[in-house]
């Protein structure tokens, strides 16, 4: 008996020590991940904005949330999808950031950039998208009033220009202005603004540099928070905000070799858990998920063929994915309050079907039309 206990125990240890080794991600495979991202948040944009659906734990947090959720699959488990996609969905934006920050690094290696001209080339990435969207907005605003918030007098013009300028953030109460999903676009715009010099600290003193900002801005934020959130602002509309997943993917991006130990990702899904249901853990969360999401991602990838045409449509959802996450806030109002007054989870479910579905047919068109008037000025 001893010795089969013994036996056990190296069987455990060996199980949580066991390594996955990953290669580094190709330009195709990092399209497949934000494929997979961006539906993961397209379908919680929906799900989640129906009044009957729980709450989650993105912005601020609130352990009574679980419970309702679990109330919720008690009541009717025809709810799983909706519950799955209100609690989890939201990460694929720590995906988005983190194949952001892996992105960079690895590009930056390959073609070193001045500080300047690697700012001006973003904004110019986000600003053309961010006006099509914007004049498709306003003209569904004219020609659809009482759907959309400006001619309603919930929002004005210079809403929409406080949105352009990636200032709302910064302003008390006004991160989700007009467009909820855009709140994005300016924390991405500020981590371009702090990129070079947390890529200057990472090439002088390593990865242990951003592990240490990265640690040194929770236990900042962990006191911080509650009284920020008081006054409606919270530094998880920041780029500090999500300094731990832009560090994981520089750091990742930095390896000679990828090897992920298993016992790692068991702690990063515990940490999930635990970070919807405790305060202190909450702030660990998003990276938790990020380390989750990436490793079966990365095991996902191993397996499926690119040839495969779920892979295809993965890289293609992929490719148009800024335009989808600029239009997914836009064409979901109607759906939404159609989803909230019927109100069942099959309803909610069609409605997310047809917001993925024209939402990736608009992105096609306008992703089609800025290439098109590329090619005429160039």
């Known amino acids: 008996m001893k010795l089969r206990s013994e036996k056990n125990q190296w069987v455990r240890f060996y199980f949580l020590c066991k390594t996955y080794s990953f290669a580094h991600l190709t330009k195709q495979q ?3 991940c934000k494929g997979i991202a961006i539906l993961f948040i397209v379908i919680h944009n929906v799900v989640a904005k129906i009044p009957s659906a729980p709450g989650y734990n993105e912005f601020y947090f609130n352990g009574d949330y679980i419970e309702q959720a679990l109330h919720m699959l008690y009541s009717d488990p025809a709810h799983l999808i909706t519950v799955m996609m209100t609690f989890l969905g939201h990460y694929g934006v720590q995906v988005f950031i983190f ?4 992105g960079l690094v690895r590009s930056i290696a390959l073609q070193p950039n001045t500080w300047k001209k690697f700012i001006h080339k973003r904004i110019v990435q986000l600003i053309i998208p961010m006006l099509f969207v914007m004049l498709f907005y ?3 605003d004219y020609f659809f009033s009482g759907l959309f918030s400006l001619r309603s007098g919930e929002h004005d013009l210079f809403d929409v220009l406080k949105r352009m300028l990636f200032i709302s953030n910064f302003i008390p109460g006004e991160a989700f202005l007009v467009i909820g999903p855009w709140w994005f676009l300016s924390m991405i715009m500020q981590f371009y603004l702090l990129f070079m010099p947390l890529r200057a600290k990472q090439m002088r003193y390593g990865n242990a540099s951003l592990a240490v900002l990265s640690l040194l801005m929770i236990f900042i934020m962990i006191p911080l928070e509650p009284w920020l959130q008081h006054y409606g602002f919270s530094l998880t509309l920041t780029a500090l905000g999500h300094l731990p997943e832009f560090a994981l993917g520089m750091a ?8 992920v130990p298993l016992g790692l990702i068991i702690l990063a899904l515990v940490g999930l858990v635990l970070g919807n249901m405790f305060y202190l853990f909450w702030f660990f969360a998003p990276v938790c998920a990020t380390l989750v999401i990436m490793f079966l991602c990365g095991l996902l990838l191993k397996q499926l063929p690119h040839t495969q045409h779920g892979v295809v449509m993965l890289h293609r959802i992929g490719v148009l994915s800024l335009y989808i996450f600029l239009l997914n806030g836009v064409i979901r109002e109607p759906f939404v309050l159609l989803a909230s007054q019927v109100n069942t989870p099959l ?11 024209l939402t990736l047919f608009i992105a096609h068109v306008f992703y089609t039309l800025e290439r098109y008037l590329k090619s005429i000025l160039t």
């Open 99 to 102: 194949l952001s920050a892996y």
């Open 30 to 32: 990092t399209y497949i």
């Open 347 to 357: 309803m909610s479910y069609a409605c997310a079907l047809v917001v993925v579905m």
């Open 138 to 140: 306003l003209g569904l």
């Open 252 to 259: 990742v991006a930095s390896l000679p070799k990828i090897n």
